[in-house]
């Protein structure tokens, strides 16, 4: 079974640019979490979605952020236009029901 | 509000000695805990979790933890401890009150070395 993959692994962009993270959840999945990491601090909540629809979007920093999750598949992480803050590892994570999250392997994105 | 917080930075062992890596907790009712470790360029890989029941958790790769609701703890443990298992190891609990809120809190994450 495959697990949860994100693309692109690294990115670097430059401020002001925009970039689109990409995450496929483990088939099957209904909820589809987005966190990150910033350097030295700890991971922190995105938001999350139940199949398509918005279940939380509390940690979502600001509206340069957008998250889509078309037809409960895939999802985009769009950021736009990117910031230095904005740097750090962001990670996908999928679960089923109320079991413990499967996480990809991130997106280290660095802003310059 | 919920806060997890993993005392130490890092924690150096010898292979083959028993290793702690401690997290505490504060979250309202009763928490959902998870262990997940980084092993470097890799990512987020869970271990265990602690729901209900029984307060001793066994997990994968010989980890296991113990849950203390009075000093609202959740140590990770392990009896011999392998060069294999150096990597940043993070604790994280979620509340289960109501509604659909699943959102993980997290500690800032434990590097774990163990010298050969």
């Known amino acids: 079974e495959a697990g949860v993959t994100q693309f692109p692994s690294h990115s670097v962009i430059e401020k002001g640019q925009t970039v689109t993270l990409r995450c496929d959840p483990i088939s099957g999945h209904d909820n589809l979490y987005w966190y990150r990491r910033v350097m030295g601090k700890e991971i922190k909540f995105l938001l999350h979605?139940?199949?398509?629809?918005?279940?939380?979007e509390s940690g979502m920093p600001n509206n340069r952020f957008l998250a889509e999750r078309t037809g409960g598949t895939y999802s985009t992480l769009k950021v736009q236009p990117a910031e230095l803050e904005d740097s750090g590892v962001y990670f996908c994570a999928s679960s089923q029901g109320v079991s413990e999250a499967f996480f990809g392997q991130g997106t280290r994105l660095t802003v310059v | 509000a919920q806060s997890v917080a993993q005392p130490e930075d890092q924690v150096n062992v010898a292979e083959g000695n028993p290793l702690t890596v401690k997290c505490t907790y504060s979250v309202s009712g009763n928490p959902y805990l998870f262990w997940y470790v980084q092993y470097p360029n890799r990512g987020l890989q869970f271990l265990l979790k602690?729901?209900?029941?029984d307060n001793l958790v066994k997990g994968s790769y010989g980890f296991e933890a113990e849950f203390n609701k009075s000093q609202t703890s959740f140590h990770l443990k392990k009896p011999s401890a392998l060069v294999s298992d150096s990597a940043l190891y993070f604790c994280?609990?979620?509340?289960?009150?109501?509604?659909?809120?699943?959102?993980?809190?997290w500690g800032l994450g434990t590097s774990l070395a163990v010298n050969p």
């Open positions: 979605f139940v199949k398509e629809s918005k279940q939380d």
């Open positions: 994280a609990v979620r509340g289960n009150n109501a509604g659909n809120n699943r959102k993980l809190i």
């Open positions: 602690y729901i209900t029941g």
